[in-house]
């Protein structure tokens, strides 16, 4: 698969893709005005942080309990359902009077309930597509959740300042009502990827057996941490600047967008290969500049340079998505996507603490050189294992049973 136009001729591309939109627009505007609504009522940067991110947390619990549901759930009713009760949730959170911790109730449900949503969506794309056009199609969506989120947190931000927290709230929750029939509608019915039924057991057997190539576990290390470390110094922008937070999301957002369809679409193979630390790097270092506290003009520029770094984690998928069965595409890819959301609830937790006794432009200077020390690690001790190799390469782990090496070609006309 060489070309956009392809995926979208691809039978169940678009309504997978039209339901994602609406479910990340939901999330982005839902997110803008839950942190704006607990700051405004608690005044606390970690407890800001926590509304945004926090959530994400769950996901741990999830990853080592329900993810085995991920290959073994019917794919379009899971994914209408999950949309579902998300409606349902944050339609209950714009309740008038509500109690902060009430809210935070909610949302550490509603996580739990997505730790293994990932999974499916992104298993299902990997079945529709296949592995060769997974790339593609991943960034595809990736791109999408950019403009998503531009567009969400110009929306979002404009409706909190006109309207209020909880009009916005409520809007989020037609988007996700939305994102839930679009599945049902669109989505044709197939049977689950593995037989037999979820269970914490096989939870863990095969968490461990994803767990068990130490070039993977290198790959989950490097999709987790240095990107969440990052998104805990995006858990800040509320704080650090109240009331033009949504033009810092913005422009991360546009960053992000740029390096989604940079990495996807125009990187050849080989160049891509090698991108992928520089990228995680990228991410990192423009965000050394807070510690001078720049004004908001300055500070959105820093961000939307650095959320290009963000395209790494398309260079890690394609290479994870090489070394899994397929029968459990959909749990490996839900727990890469569980890890990411928990490190992303950890870092908010982390970088809401440290401005709770300093302050944001600190903790997100902080964060980065944290995801800059944990980058440079994690490459060292993967060039160290290339270079103790006979033939100076990370072999493939034998579980899959053929090389695929040959790339989708994303970079073809």
Not at 34 to 43: E, F, G, K
Not at 299 to 305: D, P, S
Request: glycine share 8%.
């Amino acid at each position: 698969m060489r070309s956009y136009s392809a995926l979208f001729r691809t039978r169940e591309f678009t309504p997978l893709f039209v339901s994602t939109c609406f479910k990340t627009a939901a999330s982005t505007v839902s997110g803008l005005a839950l942190a704006t609504l607990v700051y405004r009522a608690t005044d606390s940067p970690l407890l800001s942080a926590l509304s945004m991110f926090g959530p994400s947390l769950a996901q741990v619990v999830g990853a080592t309990t329900l993810l085995s549901a991920a290959d073994r759930l019917p794919p379009r009713a899971t994914v209408a359902g999950i949309a579902l009760a998300f409606a349902l949730g944050t339609a209950a959170m714009a309740t008038p009077g509500l109690p902060v911790w009430t809210i935070f109730v909610l949302l550490l449900l509603l996580g739990l309930i997505q730790s293994f949503g990932g999974g499916v969506l992104w298993g299902l794309l990997n079945e529709i597509l296949a592995k060769e056009g997974y790339l593609l199609g991943r960034s595809v969506f990736n791109m999408m959740s950019g403009i998503a989120q531009i567009t969400g947190y110009a929306t979002g931000g404009v409706l909190v300042a006109t309207l209020s927290p909880r009009i916005t709230l409520l809007t989020a929750a037609a988007l996700y009502l939305a994102s839930a029939m679009t599945a049902r509608l669109g989505l044709t019915r197939r049977a689950p990827r593995a037989s037999g039924r979820p269970s914490v057991a096989q939870t863990w057997r095969t968490n461990a057996r994803l767990w068990s190539s130490p070039e993977r576990r290198t790959l989950y290390l490097l999709l987790w941490i240095p990107n969440g470390l990052i998104v805990g110094c995006e858990s800040l922008y509320v704080a650090y600047a109240p009331t033009r937070a949504g033009s810092l999301f913005a422009c991360a957002a546009f960053g992000m967008f740029v390096g989604d369809v940079t990495t996807g679409r125009f990187l050849p193979p080989r160049v891509r290969a090698r991108l992928g630390i520089p990228f995680l790097l990228l991410l990192a270092t423009p965000y050394l500049l807070f510690a001078l506290r720049p004004g908001v003009p300055l500070a959105a520029v820093a961000v939307a340079v650095a959320s290009i770094g963000f395209g790494s984690s398309l260079i890690q998928q394609e290479r994870l998505v090489s070394l899994i069965p397929d029968e459990l595409s959909g749990h490996a890819l839900g727990l890469h996507t569980a890890g990411m959301l928990t490190m992303q609830g950890v870092s908010a937790a982390l970088a809401g603490a440290v401005a709770q006794f300093a302050s944001p432009a600190t903790a997100m200077t902080v964060m980065a050189v944290a995801s800059i020390t944990v980058t440079l690690t994690l490459w060292s001790a993967l060039r160290r294992r290339i270079a103790g190799s006979p033939d100076g390469v990370v072999r493939q782990h034998p579980e899959v049973s053929a090389p695929r090496e040959r790339q989708s070609g994303v970079n073809s006309p």
